[in-house]
């Protein structure tokens, strides 16, 4: 990744870095009542019976622990007075306990799978609605724009699992600082060095694991527009609208071949990323793994000495790998709600865009029947990007009664003055009146329903006839009486019925 050209991935010195962790990690943190309030929005109860989950697991680990240590004491005990009913049922009832604890740890597990994926589905669909309805609001410069635009890809692609997945995070760390705490106690007995020594291992996995958050972040992020790339190739590829030309001037092995180039890239940029990732938690998790055996080893000495007993010796297994898988939950939890944290700022990046054409507050409904046409006086525009302007200083009216046709070179800017008049952009310079105001004063709904434009780029939907007929004026789609009228006076009547 490193030799490739890094214009997106800035490669900072290690202050900088740290700077940036640090900002984004108080961007997480901004972000997590923000996702909580997704998820909870979605379903409380589920929610909630995720977090009970999370309190309920949290202890079990200990629990089993304490019991298998009482349990091999027990056996030891009876195994040495030669049996007896009295210890033989104490034996009974330490196998029924652990025998408990089992069934409560998997019954929890198959509640939590459900409850998760309930909740995912919930939150997914929550997440997508909240992402239509915000983009329903915003202006066409909006998706003009092509940052803007990879933004709002981005928070598609990631954010319907994201909220989610940080509140689970959240949990889980929850769960992990339960299960952590109560082992600690059970292990407090062994030494405090050797739970010192046992904590501080998994630290350099951490950092490194953050680190690669990071830069995997970074790159889903340059690659972004690349994808958009990708997803037009395969869209040219694959749909009606564009096939006639692509066989006409034998397009598509050049968009094949480009999507391949990108394709490919990814490939290479994915598999480097992953293997630095996997190979450096491999490196450090190897450390853990050293500790744990030599305190291992250490506790089996004392055993033999007798200092311990064999129970002793299953408890303290146990916690040691106890405390440090907890502790390393706790830690990556935290890298991952970090990592999430920074796709999901995407999301509330493009929540946070607001629309620049909207309803005054004083906004009034466009009068009907109009009582004077249309009029732009001195208008200039220039689309946002561009340094030429599309419109300078147009002035023309059209009275109520006339029809005007507007004739010029492509590119001359006819869509433009229509794009104007139906307020899909507002001019810099210059008003635009219609019916003896400014059109700034109508609600827009009413203005855009007094107008009937087909673009050039008119959009067919995937419906029946009627239906794309119908769209025309959403209040009467059910009304066929209208929409068989409207379908003989413009002639699309007569070309369906060749068909
Ligand atoms: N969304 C846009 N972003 C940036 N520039 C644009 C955009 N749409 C149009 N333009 C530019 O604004 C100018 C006017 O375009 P417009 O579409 O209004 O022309 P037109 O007269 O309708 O042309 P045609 O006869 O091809 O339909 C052109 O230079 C065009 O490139
Ligand atoms: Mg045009």
Not at 6 to 33: C, H, I, N, V, Y
Not at 157 to 180: D, N, W, Y
Not at 322 to 338: A, N, P, R, T
Not at 384 to 404: H, I, N, Q
């Amino acid at each position: 990744m490193r030799q490739r050209g890094s214009q997106d991935t800035p490669e900072l010195t290690r202050r900088q870095r740290w700077d940036k962790f640090r900002g984004d990690s108080r961007a997480t943190m901004a972000g997590l009542p923000r996702a909580f309030g997704l998820v909870w929005g979605a379903h409380r109860g589920f929610t909630v019976s995720l977090a009970l989950f999370a309190v309920v697991g949290g202890v079990i680990p200990a629990a089993t622990a304490w019991v298998s240590k009482l349990l091999i004491n027990a056996v030891v005990a009876a195994a040495a007075r030669g049996g007896g009913p009295e210890w033989v049922r104490w034996v009974l009832v330490l196998v029924a306990a652990q025998f408990g604890l089992y069934l409560a740890g998997s019954l929890l597990q198959t509640l939590q799978t459900i409850t998760q994926q309930a909740l995912q589905e919930l939150t997914g669909d929550r997440v997508q609605l909240t992402i239509m309805e915000h983009a329903n609001r915003l202006d066409l410069a909006f998706f003009e724009n092509p940052k803007f635009y990879d933004t709002l890809q981005e928070a598609q692609r990631e954010a319907s699992q994201r909220p989610l997945g940080m509140v689970q995070q959240v949990f889980s760390i929850a769960r992990s600082l339960i299960t952590f705490l109560s082992m600690i106690a059970l292990m407090a007995r062994l030494g405090w060095v050797v739970a010192a020594v046992a904590l501080v291992a998994p630290v350099p996995s951490f950092i490194a694991n953050s680190r690669y958050g990071w830069r995997g972040y970074w790159l889903a992020r340059r690659q972004s527009s690349d994808r958009r790339r990708m997803i037009y190739f395969a869209d040219l590829l694959t749909k009606d609208t564009y096939n006639k030309e692509i066989k006409l001037f034998g397009l598509g092995g050049h968009f094949i071949d480009r999507w391949k180039v990108i394709a490919d890239r990814f490939y290479r940029e994915h598999l480097a990323l992953l293997t630095h990732r996997s190979l450096m938690g491999f490196l450090w998790g190897s450390l853990t793994t050293v500790v744990s055996s030599g305190t291992f080893l250490y506790v089996a000495l004392q055993a033999i000495a007798r200092r311990l007993t064999l129970g002793d010796l299953t408890l303290y297994t146990q916690a040691v790998s106890g405390v440090q898988s907890s502790f390393q939950g706790i830690l990556g939890g935290f890298s991952s709600l970090y990592e999430g944290g920074l796709y999901l700022n995407n999301l509330f990046e493009f929540l946070d865009y607001e629309p620049a054409i909207r309803d005054r507050p004083d906004a009034v409904p466009l009068p009907r029947p109009l009582r004077a046409g249309i009029e732009f006086r001195n208008v200039s525009f220039t689309y946002p990007g561009k340094d030429t302007p599309a419109l300078r200083g147009v002035s023309f009216s059209v009275g109520l009664d006339e029809t005007l046709a507007l004739v010029g070179q492509n590119g001359a800017g006819k869509t433009t003055i229509v794009k104007l008049l139906t307020r899909l952009y507002d001019p810099d310079e210059g008003e635009i009146f219609l019916g003896g105001r400014d059109i700034r004063e109508y609600d827009l709904a009413s203005l855009r329903q007094a107008v009937g434009v087909i673009f050039q780029d008119y959009v067919t939907y995937f419906f029946s006839a009627s239906e794309n007929i119908g769209v025309g004026r959403l209040a009467d789609i059910a009304d066929l009486a209208q929409v068989e009228a409207a379908a003989e006076k413009s002639g699309a009547a007569k070309a369906a019925r060749r068909r």
